[in-house]
């Protein structure tokens, strides 16, 4: 095993490790990826979809199953499947991530992915991973107890799944092309979406509103996705209280809120009680939006019915957190905990092999004549201690490694920041000694089986947002987080050694921190990324 490591890029983790698993009933679906127009706010649009769906296909498995998806591009556009959360045991060649495990599908092409979930029971969700595809391309991957095991909790009577998305009145990939040409930030999208609808908020829109049908006294287990590409989310059900009992596909300990809080590639199950008077009643999900910064602030809905209702019943609508408000987000993070009598439930590995301490910002790189869009002219650029990632384009990262070939990435990436600074102080705001970034395809390579202890900090170079990490092929354990610059001495003391929550993507705070743990025990090349996938 002395080959087997860990790549990590800017925004990417590569590992090579061992694993076994088992599998069950194979369960088997084609993917025809191609045009489709569809009505949204008054207009008609050609998207790129999944066998004519938005969202796509719900894909339904029970643990053990191996999925075997068969996707024929008949799109414009180069397209790859990215299947957020699975662990893809032995499988990292079918993760999907473009130029990181395999090239693209080229358009009148076909590609089939295989692998076996084993140790994951929850919500999970599949999306393209081209460009803003993602953003028409995407659906739920429900994984269920196998055959004799049930949930840890209540079983619900029912289930629905939940996605949030972004929708934009524009081509979706000329909407990232202009952003990356322009060097700013893409264009503002227009509405959000449950289940592929605005809701009753948006022109034209009520007729088509998701409605969910409940019968009072009765349990159902919402399945919630954020498939949006750039924004968190607040979640509400009015008069409706709400049990989280899972995140990630990793059980927590029953938290009762009236609040969900979920980040682009998060998921949250929950169970919902019908227990008003019959009636309908909105869910609403509207932006938490932490940086000072334009955003969509628009709010959709969908409708809760219950059976016997009036026939001219009046609707109740939530009460949603303002869109800055940190303080509700930050509760709802940090109050969940993981389930540690859930079966998959490993623990805290004690023994740290590697610390590492990764800055996550905002930054710029050079423009030529100073002409681009970002601030004074120069282009946006995230980074992780100062290196904004390139992706290849000559062949993918797993492929150069497998094969021996150079120059298709180096391993320097920096396990601690450049410069250390007071990270978090927004008078260094633009300071010229901190801004400035470079792009290259940096990776750090981890020996099999190393426990990596991870310092997420956020960054105030431009300014301070609630940034999302996702990271492929793991779940990692958040010990604490919080606000400011992050001490060891001080704030190691928080950590919850004993339940902490699993995820595979933390929103670390703004203006804070947060620590992360997991152990490369996983083959494969998989990626941990700042922002959205």
Known sequence: MGRAMLLFLIYSFFVLVCSS??????????????NLTVNRLCQNRVITAVNGQLPGPTLLIQEGDTLVIHVNNNSPYNITIHWHGIFQKLTAWADGPDYVT??????????????????????????????????????????????????PFQQPDGEYPIVLGEWWNANVVDVANQAQASGGAPNNS???????????????????????????????????????????H?????????????????YTNPYVT?????????????????????????????????????????????????????????????????????????????????????????GVPTEVDKHMFITVGLGLIPCRNNSCAGPNGQRFAANMNNASFQLPTKMSILQAFFQNVNGIYTTDFPRQPPVKF?????????????????KSTKVIKLKYNTTIEIVLQNTAILTTENH?????????????????NYKASRDSKKFNLVNPQERNTIGVPVGGWAVIRFQANNPGTYDIYFGTD
């Open 21 to 34: 698993f088992a599998s069950a009933a194979i369960v088997e679906h084609t993917f025809n990826v191609q």
């Open 102 to 151: 395999q090239c693209p599908i080229r358009p009148g092409r076909s590609y089939t992915y295989r692998f076996t979930v084993t140790g994951q029971e929850g919500t999970l969700w599949w999306h393209a991973h081209v460009s803003f595809l993602r953003s028409t391309v995407y659906g739920a991957l429900i994984i269920r107890p196998r055959s004799g095991r049930s949930y």
């Open 190 to 232: 227009d509405a959000f979406t449950i289940n592929g609808q605005p809701g009753d908020l948006f022109p034209c829109s009520s007729g088509s509103t998701t409605r969910i049908n409940v019968k009072q006294g009765r349990t159902y287990l919402l399945r919630i996705v954020n498939a949006a590409l750039n924004s968190q």
């Open 234 to 250: 607040f979640f509400k059900i009015a008069n409706h209280k709400l049990t989280v009992v899972a995140v990630d596909a990793a």
């Open 258 to 346: 009236d609040v969900v809080v979920i980040a682009p590639g998060q998921t949250t199950d929950v169970l919902l009680t019908a227990d008003q008077k019959p009636g309908l009643y909105y869910m609403a999900a509207r932006p938490y939006a932490s940086a000072p910064v334009s955003a969509d602030n628009s709010t959709t809905t969908a409708i809760l019915a219950y059976q016997g209702a009036s026939t001219a019943p009046t609707l109740v609508m939530p009460v949603l957190p303002a869109l800055n408000d940190t303080p509700t987000a930050h509760k709802f993070y940090t109050n969940l905990t993981g389930l540690v009598t859930s079966p998959f439930w490993t």
């Open 422 to 438: 007071d990270y978090t102080n927004t008078g260094l705001s633009g300071n010229p000694n901190l801004i400035f970034t470079t």
């Open 468 to 484: 999302p990490i996702h990271l492929h092929g793991f779940n990692f354990f958040v010990l604490a987080q919080g606000f400011g």
